[in-house]
């Protein structure tokens, strides 16, 4: 199971939000780049970079993102408003992956990125009380989540980004009952993400047999470290 620290960035702050909210934000520094050399040298296989204005629609962080893909030798996907073809495929010139999300609900533009992209294109299934959210969590779908990983892999899709965003920020615990289901989806690499409060949940994620884990507030509030998940 690889060890994914997120770096959220707004305003080209680094910062962490409660349920998704931009009002209820965190500041945990003004050095993205420095934050992920000190993820790199304590371990972690990978980055998990979010352009949190572009996913807001209220900006974009692109240069940030490409200076944290320089700053660093592992692998980095970045996730964040990226709504086109063209977006996606244009971060891919800097960092290892993209996440897409709402762009994923449109097929064609699927079938497209998948076919070209391969392992390198992330799908993010958000969702809350098992439907999936699109639009920076802002709208609902009719999708369910093992409907829509399903629906994705067959347009070529093969890694997932699953989260449950009632959980993102809140320290509450992962949804074991959802990440479960993701998980036994033959065929589908997921990484978990929302609610990690601590080692006992890494622990218990990484018994779902997972791609991996997202470390995301447990991390900043240092309540668990990057050298214990890569015990689990």
């Not at 993820?39 to 990978?46: D, F, L, R, T, V």
């Not at 086109?84 to 497209?112: F, N, P």
Request: contains cysteine; proline residues 3%; charged residues 20%.
């Amino acid at each position: 199971m690889k060890i994914i620290p997120a770096i959220d960035i707004m305003e080209g702050q680094v910062v962490r939000l409660y349920k998704g909210d931009p009002s209820k934000k965190t500041v945990y520094g003004n050095d993205p780049a420095g934050v992920a050399r000190r993820w790199e040298g304590q371990g972690a296989h990978m980055l998990h970079v979010v352009d949190l204005d572009a996913t807001l629609s209220r900006g974009e962080n692109r240069h940030t993102i490409q200076e944290i893909a320089g700053a660093v030798s592992i692998p980095v996907q970045a996730a964040g408003g990226f709504r086109s073809v063209q977006a996606a495929g244009d971060i891919l010139d800097s960092v290892d992956r993209v996440v897409i999300g709402t762009l994923a609900l449109d097929t064609k533009s699927l079938d497209c990125l998948a076919g070209e992209f391969g392992r390198r294109l992330v799908v993010a299934v958000d969702h809350r009380n098992g439907r999936v959210v699109t639009h920076g969590w802002q709208r609902e779908s009719r999708l369910g989540l093992e409907q829509a990983v399903l629906s994705f892999m067959e347009s070529g899709a093969t890694q997932f980004l699953v989260t449950d965003v009632s959980r993102d920020g809140t320290l509450e615990g992962p949804d074991m009952e959802g990440l479960g289901k993701a998980c036994r989806i033959r065929g589908a690499d997921t990484i978990a993400s929302g609610g990690v409060s601590g080692l006992s949940d890494v622990r218990a994620i990484s018994s779902l047999n997972p791609y991996g884990v997202i470390l995301g507030k447990a991390l900043y509030e240092n309540m668990i470290t990057i050298p214990e998940a890569l015990q689990c």
